[in-house]
């Protein structure tokens, strides 16, 4: 017997900001980590709208520090001293025709917002900053937004070093520095004001939300009260009353004090056991296997949660049954669906930062790399984000990365490098464009064509060769398993011959891949090699030949 529990949070948001915003035919947003802004603008144009992505997550566009040692390390962006719109990537005026560029081909841009602190403690005093503003870090002085001492949490502190010291103490995670950066007192009108005026001011150029950075340490009620004084979005490209996206930067592996459930309230949540723990299961590591990622499925049709918003009042409606808690709590447990943006890796574990871990899969392991996003991109799970990095010249040292500090393909002067298209379509001068990548641009392209479509006719050798639908609208087939497959599945598909978008994909009604022939029956068979370049086939409504 199911029994509904009801939880209410009174919560003038209510759950417009968890709301992506994309248009309604694109689902996925591209990261272009440290991508200057005149390339952006560019990409939107030549490949982002024609292959249907919703948006473009950019790299912080507030002025900050610039550090010499180590060499502009890429974490710099991520230590403001102004919010001037003046940045590695550009300037205000390139943001803005960036913005309006990629708006007005319907790629959406999402701005990562640094609001938690400002640079670090050891930053120093004088210009050396992306547009030359004078701040002094040891005194707190930051006069261009302005801030002075007297903005900042270290009243609150009450560790030794002013640092965070234990994780599992709520208000040392919140009211101390994060690794030495200089934490803003949120809880003052004042500067929930000035941070407010900085999103606002984004907004106002045509932004469609942000990644909120650092939302670990940050107050719920803060936040609250700082989204709470946002605009709606530009009406130039927006509907009437469309509120920004917020999904919130929060690690969440489990033991600690604070979760990812503090803010779902407020806007979607990173889910990084996502990203973990699927690195696991494509590396099967731990005796992990792709069979046992049915039961995502099986959680997900159990976990029907729906919520109404009344007066300003979200009540959360959840089905209530043992089985749903049990599966959820011992399988995977992640957050719900409808509260989550998922992503196979981030800019930060990528390199071994934030919630790392050697199971992240990334661009330096492209064979199970293209399988995980492969899998999320077709799996109905979370808002999905594809990762587009760079590469850096890496140098382990007992399992470490000694260079995971490095920036950006740059000149010798610091400024950042154009990205080159090579005649291929691929990137150069170190540029890795994953998004670019024929498997995961077309599996973008087929999350889009089965977009609200159920997961459907899950099939499973019980090891790690898998295959799903969406409906009658797309399918999917793994081969993880060291051994050949060749079965007959009933896809859900119409009858008629597909093209394979993994090994080509379709070109002016001809394949440049595997053709697949669905029968009278929907079924078809499928035979995957497990020394393929690419051990996973997918077909859907719009690669019918």
């Known amino acids: ?84 719109l003046c940045s590695r990537s550009g300037t205000e005026d390139e943001l803005r025709d960036m913005v309006t560029r990629c708006n007005n081909v319907g790629v959406y841009i999402y701005v990562d917002a640094v609001i938690n602190h400002m640079c670090g403690s050891s930053g120093g005093e004088g210009t050396h900053s992306s547009c030359g503003t004078y701040f002094n870090a040891e005194k707190k002085d930051f006069p261009s937004v302005p801030y002075t001492w007297w903005d900042f949490n270290d009243g609150k502190c009450k560790t030794g070093s002013g640092n965070i010291e234990n994780y599992n103490d709520i208000n040392q995670v919140r009211d101390c520095r994060l690794v030495s950066l200089l934490d803003l007192a949120l809880e003052k009108d004042y500067v929930r004001g000035k941070v407010a005026e900085f999103m606002n001011t984004l907004i106002d150029i045509g932004i469609a939300g942000f990644r909120v950075d650092a939302c670990k340490h940050m107050w719920p009620g803060d936040l609250e009260a700082v989204y709470g004084k946002l605009k709606n979005l530009n009406t130039k490209w927006f509907p009437k009353g469309s509120k920004p996206f917020i999904y919130q930067e929060v690690i969440d592996l489990g033991g600690e004090a604070i979760t990812a459930h503090d803010y779902y309230g407020l806007g979607r949540v990173t889910e990084f056991k996502y990203s973990a723990k699927l690195g696991t299961v494509i590396r099967k590591w731990n005796g992990e296997k792709m069979a046992y990622l049915r039961e995502i499925q099986k959680i997900l049709t159990e976990a029907h949660i729906n919520c109404v918003c009344v007066q300003n009042v979200t009540i959360f409606l959840v089905p209530f049954s043992f089985s749903f808690f049990r599966n959820w709590g011992e399988g995977w447990g992640f957050m719900p669906s409808d509260k989550a943006l998922v992503f196979v890796d981030n800019h930060d574990n990528q390199r071994g930062h934030g919630a790392g871990g050697p199971s992240i899969l990334t661009f330096w392991d492209p064979r199970m790399y293209k399988m995980a996003t492969g899998f999320m991109l077709a799996h109905p799970y979370g808002v999905t984000r594809v990762m587009s990095s760079f590469r850096w010249q890496r140098h382990i040292v007992n399992g470490k990365d000694e260079n995971d500090w490095m920036g950006p393909p740059s000149y010798s002067d610091g400024t950042t490098k154009p990205v080159p298209i090579n005649p291929d379509s691929t990137c150069g001068d170190d540029w890795v464009c994953e998004h670019r990548w024929r498997q995961i641009k077309n599996m973008v392209i087929f999350r889009n064509v089965v977009n609200g479509q159920p997961l459907s006719n899950w099939w499973d050798n019980e090891s790690n060769q898998v295959a799903y639908g969406r409906g009658d609208r797309g ?42 022939t669905v029968g009278g029956d929907r079924r078809a068979r499928f035979q995957i090699s497990n020394t393929d370049e690419d051990p996973f086939v997918a077909i859907h409504a719009d690669s019918k030949l």
């Open 1 to 84: 017997t199911m029994r509904l529990l009801v939880l209410v949070a009174t919560l003038g948001l209510c759950l417009a900001q968890h709301n992506p915003n994309t248009k309604p035919d694109r689902t996925s947003i591209v990261h272009l980590f440290e991508w200057r802004w005149a390339d952006i603008a560019e990409e939107c144009e030549r490949f982002l709208a024609p292959n249907g992505f919703g948006g473009v997550q950019i790299s912080p566009p507030s002025e900050s520090i610039t550090l010499s040692n180590p060499w502009r390390p890429w974490w710099e962006r991520y230590q403001p001293i102004s919010y001037k």
């Open 475 to 516: 399918f999917i087939v793994f081969n993880n398993d060291d051994w050949y497959m060749d079965v007959t599945l009933n896809t859900g598909l119409p009858a008629g011959t597909y093209c394979d978008v993994i090994s080509g994909q379709k070109e002016g009604g001809r394949c440049t891949g595997k053709q697949i």
